[in-house]
């Protein structure tokens, strides 16, 4: 009988952790019991100073592969380097501090079956079933009919006015070496919307309408709850249009 340890895995999650051994428990629980025996949870730990570490590995199982870091890189090269490792053909994003809803993994690999990114929906941890948005919105979420609308998508990217969340994406595999990695060296924010731009720009893209993740919202969230000021704000969009100038190149490369 074939070890499940060494069988090519179908779904890797990708998490990058730090300091989060407040809420990673029951995260990981909800990962675990969504994933097959012969799935992984590929974790990268940046450099963490509480328990993170440790209560990773109390948890004992066979499907968690755990690289703890000694230098702190910051969240955008430990999320590179989860999905480097990663060994599956469906790679999920996680952050360490939300919860997984029911049907997650079965939804999220159907709809990259025919799509290279797929960008679901958020409801909120002990809260709505909705995310609150810019411009007043009470329901900020992604429609499936503007899947294609690939303009439109990058115009709403570069204008804020999209709930493009790592925490609730997905790749195919085969995506990282048709230009979705190595991320940028000036990339040090907002990797999900440099997943955003390539599905959008090279791949292909499909919005799930269903929300998939409860995020929590607390202090220490790494994405912004208040609005930027004018100069982060502009600083945010540069950054942006530089990776679009990457990925066009990329893709005229690659013919």
């Not at 049907?103 to 990114?117: C, E, F, I, K, P």
């Not at 004018?230 to 100038?245: E, F």
Request: proline share 5%; hydrophobic share 45%; aromatic share 6%.
């Amino acid at each position: 009988m074939s070890n499940p340890a060494e069988a090519v895995p179908r779904v890797s999650v990708c998490m990058a952790t730090w300091n989060g051994a407040a809420f990673l428990g029951e995260q990981l629980r909800s990962i675990l019991e969504q994933l097959a025996a012969t799935d992984e949870l590929v974790i990268v730990d940046d450099a963490s100073s509480d328990g993170t570490v440790d209560l990773i590995r109390s948890f004992g199982d066979p499907r968690i592969r755990l690289t703890a870091r000694s230098e702190n890189r910051g969240y955008v090269r430990t999320f590179e380097e989860a999905l480097a490792a990663a060994r599956g053909t469906y790679l999920l994003l996680a952050d360490q501090d939300d919860v997984w809803l029911p049907g997650r993994v079965a939804a999220m690999t159907a709809a990259l079956d025919t799509a290279d990114v797929v960008a679901s929906n958020l409801a909120t941890l002990g809260g709505p079933d909705t995310l609150a948005g810019p411009f007043g919105r009470t329901d900020w979420r992604l429609r499936h009919r503007d899947s294609g609308r690939r303009l439109r998508n990058v115009v709403g990217i570069l204008a804020g006015a999209l709930p493009y969340y790592g925490c609730a994406m997905g790749v195919r595999r085969d995506a990282l070496g048709r230009g979705l990695l190595p991320f940028p060296p000036f990339l040090h924010e907002s990797h999900d919307l440099w997943i955003a731009l390539y599905g959008n720009l090279v791949g292909t893209m499909t919005h799930l309408g269903r929300r998939t993740v409860a995020r929590r919202l607390h202090a220490s969230n790494q994405t912004p709850t208040r609005p930027r000021g004018v100069r982060g704000a502009l600083a945010s969009r540069l950054l942006l249009l530089r990776c679009i100038g990457v990925l066009l190149a990329r893709r005229v490369a690659r013919g």
